[in-house]
C-alpha cells in the first residue's frame, strides 16, 4: 500500500461480538460517512486486515477480525434509484432489508427472498447469500441480485455480475465479505397485491410425517415447521407445519381491502438487560415447546408480513434473553437422501444431552446457487439455537458436526462460530476455487475476518 497512512484517530479499539453475543473480540473499527473515506482506508489503514461489517446479524465470528480492522458500514445507505416498471431497485450496500419494505411494500413491491430477520444490510445478505422459507422455490438471494460494485483490495471498483466479472460476482455471494467491499447493488423487487398472506397450521407427531409434509408442500410459496427439539421415542421430530401464499385482496377480511398494503406496525418492547443465564434451560424449554404445540392446531389465518416472517424482530435485543454468555446459532443441511436418518441422530443426540432449543426450525432447499461458499443445496436444513454454557456444549456441537459430515451435509457459516478447519473442507467442495479467485481478486489477504482465519479461508496472520 502506498499514501500517507490513516490516522489513528480516525479509528477505535471496540470489544465486538455477532448477535449470538459469542465469541466478543477486541477489533480497530472505522465509521466512513463517504466513498472517499472508505477507499482510503482499505488503501491506508495501518492494520494488517479489514474487514466490512453492515448491521452485525450473523452470531458468531463472521464480522468479526480479531486484532485487525472492522469497516462498519451503516453511515453508507441510501436508496439510490427504483424503477416501478420492472421493479429493480438501486441501493447503496449498508440499507436494510427493513428499508427496503417500509418505502416499497406500501408501494406494492416486497423482498422476495428473506431471512428471519429484517434487521440485516443488503450487503451482509450478499456476503451471506441469504435464504428464506422459499428456497425451495426461488432459491437465495443470488437470484434476485442483477449486479453490484466491489471494491477491492487494490482500490479498484469492479463493476460484477452474471456477464461482467462473473468469478467475483459468484465467490462473493457467500463469500463472507473476503472479496472486497461490495458498496452498492441493484436487486429485483417482486410486486405484491396485498402486504399479507394466507397460513395454514398444521401438527405432524413426528420426524418421519414431518419430512413427508415438508416434501409434499413445496407447492406452496413458503413452508416452515417448528421442532420440538427435546421430544424422544414415538414423538421425536414432532412439529408444527406452517404454509404459507401471497393474499389476494379477496383473501382480506373486509376492514383491510381499503389499505391492502398498510399493516400494524409490531411495537418494539425491548429486553432492557442480560437475563440471568439459566433462564433458558431444560424444563423451560420443556414447557415452551409443550404449550407451543399444543396451541398450534389446524387452522387458517390471514397475518401480514412482519408476524410470518418476523416474530423475533418485534423484540428489540431478544438476544439478551440468553445472558451475559450468549448463544451458539447452529444451522445445518443434509442431501434429501440422508437427512431423514441425519436429522433423527441429530435430535436424539440433543434430546439425550438435554440441550434445549428456543427455536429450531426445519425448512426445504432447492437447487444450489453458483455461490462458491453458498450454503442452500437441494435437502432440508435445521436451524438450532443453543445457550453457551462451556466447554460442554462445545463438545455436543462438534458430535452434531461429525453426523453432518457422515451423511454429506455442511454448516453454515454465517451462523457458525466454531467448527474445525478439516471438517469445513468436508464441506464446502468447491472451496479450493473460492481461494484461486480470492488470491486473484487480494493476493496479500487484505480482506480478512477471524471466521475466515479460523476456517482455512486465509492463512493465519
Not at 479509528?11 to 459469542?22: F, K
Not at 443488503?122 to 432459491?139: E, F, L, M, Q
Request: hydrophobic letters at 40%; glycine letters at 8%; aromatic letters at 8%.
Amino acid at each position: 500500500m502506498t499514501g500517507a497512512p490513516v490516522r489513528e484517530s480516525r479509528w477505535q479499539t471496540l470489544a465486538l461480538s455477532g448477535w449470538g453475543r459469542y465469541p466478543l473480540e477486541t477489533c480497530d473499527v472505522y465509521r466512513p460517512e463517504r466513498r472517499d473515506e472508505l477507499l482510503d482506508i482499505v488503501a491506508h489503514a495501518p492494520q494488517g486486515s479489514l474487514l466490512a461489517r453492515g448491521l452485525g446479524r450473523s452470531y458468531g465470528d463472521a464480522a468479526l477480525n480479531q486484532a485487525g480492522g472492522v469497516i462498519l458500514t451503516e453511515r453508507m445507505g441510501r436508496l439510490l434509484s427504483f424503477d416501478s416498471e420492472t421493479g429493480v431497485l438501486r441501493c447503496e450496500a449498508a440499507v436494510s432489508l427493513a428499508e427496503v419494505i417500509d418505502v416499497f411494500l406500501p408501494r406494492g413491491f416486497f423482498f422476495p427472498v428473506t431471512p428471519g430477520t429484517k434487521f440485516i444490510s443488503i450487503g451482509g445478505a450478499i456476503a451471506a447469500d441469504v435464504h428464506g422459507k422459499n428456497h425451495h422455490r426461488d432459491g437465495s438471494i443470488a437470484s434476485l441480485v442483477l449486479d453490484f460494485e466491489l471494491l477491492t483490495a487494490a482500490g479498484e471498483i469492479l463493476h460484477c455480475s452474471r456477464e461482467q466479472n462473473v468469478d467475483a460476482f459468484w465467490a462473493t455471494l457467500g463469500g463472507m465479505g473476503l472479496t472486497g467491499v461490495v458498496l452498492e447493488a441493484s436487486l429485483q423487487l417482486r410486486p405484491v397485491e396485498t402486504a399479507y398472506l394466507v397460513v395454514e397450521y398444521e401438527r405432524a407427531r413426528d420426524l418421519e410425517t414431518t419430512l413427508a409434509r415438508i416434501e409434499d408442500d413445496k407447492d406452496d410459496a413458503y413452508t416452515v415447521a417448528w421442532i420440538d427439539c427435546l421430544a424422544r421415542g414415538r414423538s421425536l421430530g414432532r412439529s408444527v407445519l406452517m404454509r404459507a401464499n401471497p393474499a389476494t385482496l379477496e383473501d382480506l377480511p373486509e376492514k383491510r381491502r381499503a389499505e391492502p398494503r398498510a399493516w400494524r406496525r409490531l411495537r418494539r418492547p425491548s429486553v432492557p438487560f442480560l437475563l440471568p443465564s439459566a433462564t433458558l434451560n431444560s424444563l423451560t424449554m420443556r414447557l415452551f415447546n409443550e404449550a407451543f404445540y399444543l396451541a398450534h392446531g389446524p387452522r387458517r389465518v390471514v397475518t401480514d408480513y412482519d408476524r410470518f416472517f418476523y416474530p423475533l424482530d418485534a423484540i428489540g435485543h431478544w438476544n439478551r434473553a440468553y445472558g451475559s454468555r450468549g448463544v451458539l446459532q447452529y444451522q445445518l443441511q443434509l442431501p434429501a437422501e440422508t437427512s431423514s436418518q441425519g436429522l433423527s441422530e441429530v435430535l436424539e443426540t440433543l434430546a439425550h444431552q438435554r440441550r434445549a432449543s428456543f427455536l429450531s426450525v426445519l425448512k426445504s432447499f432447492g437447487p444450489q446457487s453458483d455461490g462458491l461458499l453458498s450454503f442452500p443445496r437441494p435437502g432440508q436444513t435445521l436451524s438450532l439455537d443453543l445457550p453457551f454454557t462451556g466447554p460442554d456444549v462445545l463438545a455436543v456441537l462438534d458430535e452434531l458436526d461429525r453426523i453432518v459430515v457422515r451423511h454429506g451435509g455442511r454448516v453454515y457459516l454465517a451462523k457458525d462460530a466454531r467448527v474445525a478447519p478439516d471438517l469445513f473442507a468436508q464441506m464446502y467442495p468447491r472451496l479450493g476455487r473460492f481461494r484461486e479467485i480470492k488470491a486473484r481478486l487480494d493476493p496479500e489477504q487484505r480482506f480478512a475476518s477471524s471466521l475466515a482465519r479460523r476456517v482455512g479461508l486465509v492463512a493465519p496472520e
